[in-house]
């Protein structure tokens, strides 16, 4: 028995490929990891003007946040803001691409108001680095892109 090859069949064959094409995509697409960018994302959208004025301290502060790269360590360094005994807080290094390289270390500032972070076992690349701190009760936010080399 022989088939015919006419339009309808042509038809029939494409539709088919089509099919296949779009179920595999669906399958393909739906085992993919997909990394939130935040776990709780709703209660931080309500504390977010918070965040806000986090940022506008900050941004008021005269010398503001340096973080520099420097070999294998990165180098925070916080002026202008009370104190080194009385500023309190954290360093998240977040990774966008990648939420289980995230990582946090306590800050624990020199009495030049700096601390140096080990970056060494680091994947190379994009990271921001978060920085959070209290001085005198008053809570500031400062974050820089950085390229990890």
């Not at 806000?52 to 503001?64: A, P, Y």
Request: proline letters at 1%; a neutral charge.
């Amino acid at each position: 028995m022989k088939i015919k090859f006419n339009w309808g069949t042509g038809i029939i064959i494409a539709s088919a490929v089509f099919m296949i094409f779009v179920i595999f995509t669906g399958l393909t697409l739906m085992n993919q990891k997909v990394d939130l960018v935040t776990d709780n994302y709703y209660e931080k959208e309500l504390n977010y003007q918070e965040h806000i004025d986090k940022e506008s301290r900050t941004g008021q502060l005269n010398n503001n946040v340096e973080i520099t790269q420097a070999g294998s360590k990165v180098i925070i360094a916080l002026s202008d803001s009370g104190s080194v005994s009385t500023i309190a807080g954290g360093i998240k290094f977040y990774r966008p691409s990648d939420s289980s390289q995230d990582f946090t270390r306590k800050l624990m500032l020199n009495k030049n108001g700096m601390q140096e972070v080990d970056v060494s076992s680091c994947e190379k690349g994009y990271w921001k680095i978060q920085v959070n701190w209290s001085a005198n009760n008053v809570d500031y936010y400062f974050e820089k892109p950085l390229m990890i080399n």
